[in-house]
């Protein structure tokens, strides 16, 4: 095999939640120092069923904590116990409703959406103020869509797609549709994006010139639609089930 036949890989990050560390440096450094692993098993379930295991000794990952673990609880004020909520982050987005949120993989900052015809650009960790506003904006935005490379954000404002680069909320374009904007998928290099219309159509538009290069006709209003990471399918869903 050349150099010519093989594909580009991009190690875009590294993480890891092992037994010698939560993290890839952690488990690294424990590796190098020659830590080991290996303990006596612990955890409730196998305390009370361990007359089943011939084996008491394993590489248990301990002290670490599922993000949102159900089984998981909490004390009250007053010491009893209760359920923990079933969330990680909670935050007061928008004055009504939230219409639209995705997570922004390579940040982890969360994009919403709402009746109040704002988008914002949130650091979770920091709740009390948005990173970002985009906005007021003609309607309420219906959908919200972030490209592959993460760097373009675009949403459903009534019959419009609207693109902005997400970095610095500046609008770079504008795609008008003769039907209601419900749903949106960028393709995998952001050259098309999918969406799905309120008149029960979806459609993959070229996204430089707006040209429709493909309408999937539906039954019902469509509400989902994806536009497939390594091929060229296009995946609906729609209110005809």
Do not use: C
């Not at 095999?1 to 939640?17: K, N, P, Q």
């Not at 404002?157 to 693109?163: Q, S, T």
């Not at 309120?198 to 039954?219: M, S």
């Amino acid at each position: 095999m050349t150099m010519s036949d093989t594909a580009r890989v991009v190690i875009t990050g590294m993480g890891a939640v092992t037994n010698i560390g939560f993290s890839a440096a952690e488990a690294w450094a424990s590796m190098r120092e020659g830590r080991s692993g290996i303990s006596p098993i612990e955890g409730e379930e196998f305390l009370t069923h361990h007359e089943k295991y011939t084996v008491r000794i394993g590489g248990q990952v301990k002290g670490w904590d599922f993000p949102i673990d159900p089984k998981k609880k909490v004390k009250d004020k007053d010491g009893k116990e209760k359920d923990a909520k079933l969330t990680k982050y909670e935050f007061k987005a928008h004055t009504g409703k939230a219409t639209a949120v995705l997570v922004n993989p390579a940040s982890g900052q969360v994009v919403t959406a709402g009746a109040d015809k704002l988008i914002r650009v949130w650091d979770v960790a920091k709740p009390e103020k948005p990173v970002r506003e985009i906005g007021p904006l003609a309607a309420a935005p219906t959908a919200l869509t972030l490209s592959r490379d993460n760097l373009t954000l675009a949403a459903g404002v009534g019959k419009d797609v609207v693109l902005w680069t997400l970095a610095d909320g500046k609008e770079v374009g504008k795609l008008t549709q003769p039907g209601d904007v419900l749903s949106l998928s960028f393709n995998a290099d952001k050259t098309r994006i999918a969406v799905g219309r309120a008149d029960n159509a979806a459609v993959l538009v070229e996204v430089a010139t707006g040209t429709v290069i493909q309408t999937f006709p539906h039954a019902g209003p469509v509400r989902g639609v994806v536009a497939h990471p390594g091929t060229t399918s296009v995946v609906t869903a729609s209110a005809d089930k």
